[in-house]
C-alpha cells in the first residue's frame, strides 16, 4: 500500500491551493452576495462562470475523470488529495468541473455512453457548458433498498414513456441543467437486479416538471438545489437508454465508488477547514480571561478533530488505492466503511468548531453552519449509514465463518 | 419532592393539546406559505394574529408568567408541561404569547420595571400588540463571559446616550417589535458585576440601525428573525433605565433561570414530537422485506430516545420544583445542569428521527430540520454548554472537598 | 408523582450513612486481609459475621422486604435511597441481609413460598443464617432468551428429577449457602410461556456438583463467588416445587422487576461514591503547576457526571413510584428503562474517576476497579441491554401506531 | 507513504501466525493452569520457556529490536504488522521475547548503555534468560507530570544512593527479575529537564523491597505483576548511571517513542482477535428465532468495529513510517495521536464483543476481559489521555496559528 504522491500531484496540489485562495475563498461571499441581488436566486451568478473560465485556462479542469481522452487521467488515489482541496469550499467543486452530480454522470457516459450520447451530452458537460441531474431517489418509497424503485420506463415504439415522481434530484434547479439520467423499472419481469433502466431525459421535454425546489436545514443550495421532478408521460427517443435495458443496477455500481468517495474527500476537506478555522479562532478569543486556546475542554476538542481527521483520511487513501488496483468490487468493504465514517466525522469536527466559534458558527459568517448541512444529507445520500454498515457487516461475518481459518492480515 | 399535576394543570394539558391538534399542527404549512406568499417574509402572516386571538378567547394565554396579577399564576413545575406542549411546535408559542424573547422581558419588566414602564411596554406585551427583543451579545467579544460585553451607556443631563453593536437580538425582525431591552456598561469603574445596566430602548429611536438579520444554518426565522443592531449615539430619557444604574447583572440573573428552564421545556417537547414521528414513520415504511421499525438498530434509536427524553424531563421537573421551593439561588446547579443537557438531549432524538425519516428529514417537509437548527442554537444562547458544566463543576467540587463530610443524599 | 421521602425514610438515610461510615468503609479492607489471611479466600472473613450482628441490632435489616409480616415493610420508593447508600460499598448490602441473590430469593419465597418451604428455607435466610442461589442461566443457550433455557426437572413419583448444566449461580461459592432456586423445564409441552419451574435444591443432594467458580474480570468475588453448577440426577422431594409447576415464568417476572429495582438503586450509589472520590481525589493532586479540579477536562467530566447520576437516579424513583402505585407490570417500561441506564451510566462515571485517579483507580486501592467490574456484568444480567431496549422499542412503538392518538402527556 | 509489506516482512508474518496458532492459543489455558497448579502464581510455568525455546530456534526472537546487530534489525513499519500478531494473545509477547518493559530497557541498553551495562545486563535480557523493570511511576505525586516524580539518586563517593517509593514497577513480580532502571531526581538544581537520571539497580541490593503486587481489576498479572517498591538507602556503583546524570529526560523521550508505538501495535491485535472472536460467536448462538448475526444491533457494532479498527491500524501505521522517515521527534504528533486512540478504539471493540459474549465474556473463558482489563491501563501508562490530547492540540494551535499561511496538505 503505497500513498506517496507523484510530483505531477503535488504540483497540482499546490496550484490548487494557490487557487483556493486567490480566488475561492475570498469570492466566497461575492458568490452569495451576487445570488441574492439578482433578481433570483435560480440564476447563475457572474462570478461562478468567470473563474470556471480562470481555472479551466489554468488546466485545473475535470481533474476527477480517470479516463485520460476525456479527463485528466488521474488514479483514485492522485485525485483523492486534489478533490480534498476542493472540498475546502462549497463552491469550488463546480468551478474546476468537478461537482456532484455531473462527474458521476460523466462517468457514466464515458463508460456506458453510445458515441451518439457522448457527442451529444458528454461534451458540453465536460466542456461545463451544460449541467445535469440524476434522477433516482423517490418520495413514497425507501430509496435505501433501490429494488423499491418505481418509476416506470416502458418501451412504446421507438421511444421510450417515462412516469414516475423523483425527489432530491441535485442540480435541477441550475438553468444550464439541460438532461436527467432517470432510474426507472423498465422490465418488471426479470431477475430483481435487472428490471431497472438509466434514461437520459432532457428536462425540456414534455411532461418534465418541476414540482418545487427542496431545502436542506434551510438552505436552498440555490441556483444548483433539490428537485422534485413529476415525469409524466415524458417520451424520449429509445436511443437515450443508457448501454441498454436492464442495466441500470450494473451503471449504479459503478457510477456510485467513485461518487462516494468523491463525496468523502471533500468532506474531509471541509473537516479540515473547520478544524484550520477553529484553531484560529480560539487564539483570538478570551473569556474569563484567559484564551480560548488555552482551555482544556477546546484543546481536547482540536485534539480529537486531528486524530479523527487524520484517520478518516488515511482510509480513504486506502480505499482510493484498493479501487485503482484491486477494483471498485474488491474495494466495497473499503467504499463503505468511508462512506459511513467521513460524514460522521466531520459532522462531529463541525459541530466542535461551530461549538467554538458560538453564535457565529451557527450563521453564515463562517462556512461552518453550510458545511455541516451538506454533510449531514450524506448521512443519507447513496445509501443511508445503515444499510453500508450492515453490508459491512456481512462481508466481515462471511471472513469470519467459523469454518474459516483465523483472520490473515490484510495488506 | 412532589411532581404531581394538579387538576387545574391537567386540565389545561388537555385544552393545549387540543389546541395544538386543531389549530396549530395544521396551521404550521399555511403560515409557511403565507409568510412565502407576502411581499417580503418580514410581514406578519395573517394565520399568526388569527390564532393568538383564539388562543386569546380560550384563556391559554401568558400562562408563563407565574405573577398572578399580570398572568397565569402558575409556579415553575405547572408551566412546565405546558411549555414542553407548546414547545413541538415553532409557531406556537408566539400564539399563545409565550415566547422567547417577550416571555423574559415581561418577566423584567413585571419585577424591575417602574409603574410608567409597565403602563407603557408591558401591557401592550401582554396583550399580544406589539414584540420586544433583547440586545446583550456583541459579535467583537466573547458573550460567554458576560464582563466583556462593551457597549456603553453614558448618562448625559436627563439622557443616556447608548453605543455598541450587537447581535442575535432576536425578534428584531418583526415589524410589530418596538422596542430592545439593551445591556450595556454605564459604570466602568464600579465593581465587576455593578458595571453594567439594563435599558430600554425604542426600536425607532435616531441611531438605531438593524445592520442585518443573521440565518440560522440556512433558516431566517422570518418574520421573527435575528438582528445585528448598530446602536450609533442612541439618546433615550433617563427613565427608561430598568430598575436602576448598576443592576444589569442582577436583572440578568432574575432573568435567566425562568428563560433557560423555559427553553428547557419547549426542547422537550420538540424532542417529543420528534420520537412521536419516528415512531410513525417506520411503521410506515419497508426496506429489505421488512418494516423499518422491525430494524433492530432503529428500535435501538427509539428505546434510547425513550431513555433519554425521560431523563432529562424529570430533570427538568426537578430544576421548576427546586425554583418553585428554595428559588432560583439554590437551584442553580439544576438549572445548569438542564440547560446543557435538554437540547444535547433533543439534537440526538432529532438527529435520530431524521436519519430515520431519510431524505425528507433534512427537508421541510418535517419540522425536524428546523427544530434541530433552532435546538442547536440553544447550546449556546444564555451561556455554552461549557460554561455551564465549569459552574456544575465548581459546585459539586465545592461539595465534594476533602476537609467536608461525606456526600448527603439530597432531597 | 411524588418523591418527598417520609420522617422515617430520612431517618434510615440518616442512620444508615452513620453505619456505613463508622462500620462499613474502615472494614472495607480488613474484609479484604481476612479473606487473604485464611486458608482459603472461601470461608467467611469473620468481620462480616459482626457487622451483621451490629447492622441487625440497629434494626438495620431486611429493608428491601416489602412484605412487613416479615420484613421492613417499605414501598420501592422508601427503599431507593436506602438501597443506593448501601450501593455505595461492595461488601455492605449483605451485612444488612439486603444482598442479591438471596433478596429475590427471598421474595419468591414470601410471595409463592409454601408454609413448610416459609419456614425451612425463608426463615434462616431472614436472619441471616444461610445463604442461597439463583440458577437459572446456563452456558450452553444464549439465556437472553428465556425460552432457550434446557435444564430438566421431571416428576418421578414423589421426587422430581433435576438435570442441567449452570453457571453464574452467584453465592454458591459462600460455604453458608445452603441451597439453589433452580429454573428449568418441566413441561415441555405446554405452552411457551408455562413449560418451565423453579425448585428448591438443597446444595448437598447428591448430583448437584460446583464445577468451578467463575471470575469476573479477575475477581473471584469470595467468598460469594459465581459457580458452575452441574446438576446430575439430583432428586428432591416433590414438595420442593415452588407455588406449582408450570410457574416459572410467572415466578420470574415476578422476581426481576424488584431485583432489577434493587441493581439500579445500588448501582447509582456506587457512582456518587465514584463521583464524590474523584471530586476529592482531584483537589489533593496537582500536574503541571496546577489543581487537577481546575483542568477543564476534568471539570467536565464531572459535570456530566453529576448531570448522569441525577437523570438516572429520577428515573429510578420514577420507576419505583409506579411499580408501588400502578404495579410492575404497568411499570414494565421504566424498569427496562433503568435496567440499561443505570449501569451503562454508573460505568461511565466510573470510568472516568478511574481517569482521574491514574493507575492507582485501576488497582484495588480504591473501590473504583471492582465496582466497575461488577457493574459490567449487569449490562448483562438479568437480560442484556439490547433485550430490553427492544421491548422499551416494541412499548414506545405501540403507543405512537399511525392509527393511534396523538401522544399524551404521562404523569 | 508507502505501507506495502516487504517479503521479508510477509514471510515473517505467515511464520508468526502459523506460530501462533500452533503454540500460542492452545497453551493460553496451559499456562494459566500451570500458572494455578504451583506452590504460588509468582514462579515461572514451565510451558513459558518451553515455549520461548522453540520461538528462538524458529528466529522469532528479538523482531522488535531496530539495532541490527543485536536484533532483527526491522524498521518500525516492518515491526508493526508483526507486533500486532504477537498483540493477540497476552502471553505472546514474551515467549518472542518482546515484551513490555524488557523491550523498552533493550533499546535503552542498546541506545545509551555503556559497554560493561551491555554485557551485564543487556545480553541476559536478549538471550531471554533474565528479565527486568523500569520504574519510574510513584504513588504520590501525579507522575502524568514527569517533573513531579521526586525520588532522589545522590552521588556518593563510587556509588550513587537511591531513595523513593515507586508503584507499577511492572515485570518485579517475576523470579527472573534482576534489576530495575530507576528514574530519580539527582540534580535538582539543574534545569527543569536536567534534573532526573537514570540508573541500574539491581534487585538483590541491600534497601531493595517489593512491599506488595498491585492488581488490575482484579487480575495480578502473574508472574510478571505490577510491583511497589521501596528503594530506602540503596547503594549502587556509580557505573551503574546509564548515559550520565541528568539524562533521565532525554533517556525517557528515547524509549517512549518505540515503547508507546509497540503498546498500539499490540493494543489492535487485541481488538482484531476480539472482534474475530464476535463474528464467530454470533453466528453459533440463536435468540428469540434468530442467529445473533442477523441481529442489526450486532450487525452494527461489527461495522463499527472493523471501521475503527482499521483507521487506528492506519494511523499507526504512518506514525511508525514517519518514525523511520523522519525520526520520533518529528513524529511526536503521530506518536501521541496512536497513543490515545489505540487503547480507546481497542476498548470499544472488546467491550462490544464482551457483550455479544455475553456473560462469558466478562470470565475467563476468553480472552476478552482480560484484554479489556490490560489495555484499560494504557488510557494511563506512559501518560494519560489527556496529556497527550493536549500536547496534540498545542502542536495543532501552531501549524494554525492565525498569522501562519493555510494549512497545507501533510503527505
Not at 431525459?201 to 444548483?224: C, N, Q, S, W
Not at 488496483?325 to 474488491?330: E, F, I, R, S
Request: hydrophobic fraction near 40%.
Amino acid at each position: 500500500m503505497d500513498f506517496s504522491f507523484s510530483e505531477k500531484v503535488i504540483n497540482l496540489q499546490k496550484r490548487l491551493t494557490a487557487f483556493m485562495e486567490e480566488y475561492i475563498y475570498p469570492n466566497e461571499k461575492t458568490f452569495e452576495e451576487q445570488l441574492n441581488d439578482q433578481e433570483t436566486r435560480w440564476s447563475i451568478p457572474p462570478i461562478l462562470e468567470e473563474l470556471k473560465q480562470k481555472a479551466k485556462k489554468e488546466g485545473l479542469w475535470n481533474l476527477f475523470l480517470p479516463d485520460s481522452e476525456y479527463g485528466a487521467g488521474l488514479t483514485n488515489l492522485e485525485y483523492a488529495p486534489l478533490c480534498e482541496i476542493m472540498g475546502r469550499s462549497m463552491i469550488a467543486p463546480e468551478i474546476f468541473n468537478c461537482n456532484a452530480p455531473d462527474t458521476g454522470n460523466m462517468e457514466v457516459l464515458v463508460r456506458y455512453g453510445s458515441e451518439q450520447q457522448k457527442e451529444k451530452w458528454l461534451k458540453p458537460l465536460l466542456n461545463g457548458d451544460i449541467r445535469s441531474c440524476f434522477s433516482m431517489t423517490e418520495p413514497d418509497v425507501a430509496s435505501s433498498d433501490a429494488t423499491n424503485i418505481s418509476a416506470s420506463i416502458v418501451r412504446d415504439g421507438d421511444e421510450y414513456v417515462i412516469n414516475g415522481l423523483k425527489w432530491w434530484s441535485s442540480g435541477a434547479g441550475d438553468p444550464r441543467c439541460k438532461f436527467a439520467i432517470v432510474m426507472g423499472k423498465s422490465n418488471p419481469d426479470a431477475p430483481k437486479h435487472e428490471q431497472q433502466s438509466m434514461i437520459i431525459v432532457p428536462l425540456d421535454t414534455k411532461g418534465v416538471e418541476i414540482k418545487r425546489m427542496l431545502p436542506v436545514f434551510g438552505y436552498d443550495h440555490a441556483p444548483h438545489g433539490h428537485a422534485e421532478i413529476l415525469f409524466h408521460d415524458v417520451r424520449v427517443p429509445a436511443e437515450n437508454i443508457i448501454w441498454e435495458e436492464g442495466k441500470g443496477f450494473a451503471i449504479a455500481q459503478g457510477r456510485l465508488g467513485p461518487g462516494r468517495i468523491h463525496h468523502c474527500m471533500r468532506i474531509i476537506g471541509a473537516a479540515e477547514r473547520a478544524l484550520d478555522e477553529m484553531c484560529k479562532r480560539v487564539q483570538e478569543r478570551e473569556a474569563f480571561g484567559e484564551s480560548l486556546s488555552k482551555k482544556g475542554v477546546i484543546q481536547d476538542w482540536i485534539a480529537q478533530s486531528r486524530i479523527e481527521i487524520e484517520q478518516a483520511r488515511l482510509l480513504t487513501l486506502k480505499a482510493a488505492y484498493m479501487m485503482d488496483t484491486v477494483g471498485n468490487k474488491a474495494a466495497k468493504k473499503e467504499i463503505a466503511m468511508i462512506k459511513v465514517i467521513a460524514p460522521n466525522m466531520a459532522l462531529k469536527v463541525i459541530d466542535r468548531a461551530i461549538q467554538a466559534f458560538g453564535a457565529k458558527g451557527v450563521s453564515n459568517d463562517t462556512t461552518l453552519a453550510a458545511h455541516w448541512a451538506n454533510i449531514r444529507t450524506l448521512r443519507l445520500a447513496d445509501g443511508p449509514d445503515e444499510v453500508h454498515k450492515q453490508q459491512i457487516a456481512k462481508l466481515e461475518l462471511r471472513e469470519h465463518s467459523p469454518e474459516r481459518e483465523r483472520f490473515q492480515w490484510q495488506q
